[in-house]
């Protein structure tokens, strides 16, 4: 329920707050975003490090709702309003980083999101943390994203002990 409530929010807020008409200028950084959350769900599908709503199939749609519809919508809301000044960008940033870990809150008190295999609530905070600048960077330096995910991703794989012979 929670989910659906935050789908329906986000989906308001980026209606009303970010620029649409430009949408096509952060297509790009919405589709690095959803390949790697779907890199994230590739790799982790024997070991998953989180779930929404625990762990059946039904669970899998909620996550595609999560990578497919809600954090598109925070990206375009994240990049379209990103503020000139580094005092006001390091603000933003945070702003981002607490408003999804408050999210990430909501969905664990109400049991719709699970942990496993070593990951947190603290992980996920740790997540943010460089995401949102992932997200930035990508917009401005797309290879580099590309690179600095691609290394994230391998420093994930080798600590959470994730086997991708199963894959």
């Known amino acids: 329920m929670t989910l659906a409530i935050m789908q329906i929010v986000f989906l308001g807020l980026c209606y009303k707050w970010s620029d649409w008409k430009n949408w096509k200028l952060y297509y790009p950084t919405m589709l ?9 769900d590739i790799i982790t599908c024997k070991k998953p490090l989180w779930l929404y709503y625990g762990s059946t199939s039904i669970d899998r749609l909620a996550d595609y709702l999560f990578g497919f519809l809600i954090f598109p919508c925070v990206v375009i809301l994240f990049l379209s309003k ?27 008190i109400h049991g719709e999101i699970q942990y496993y295999n070593g990951w947190n609530l603290w992980w996920s905070v740790l997540l943010y943390i460089g ?3 992932l997200l930035r960077m990508h917009y401005k330096h797309p290879i580099w994203a590309w690179v600095i995910l691609f290394s994230l991703v391998t420093g994930g794989v080798f600590y959470f002990k ?3 012979t199963d894959l």
């Open 82 to 108: 990103y503020p000139k000044g580094k005092m006001k960008q390091i603000a933003y940033l945070c702003a981002f980083i607490a408003m999804m870990s408050f999210v990430e809150i909501a969905l664990y």
């Open 131 to 133: 995401v949102f600048p």
């Open 32 to 40: 690095f975003y959803i390949i790697g959350n779907l890199t994230e």
């Open 162 to 164: 994730i086997p991708l």
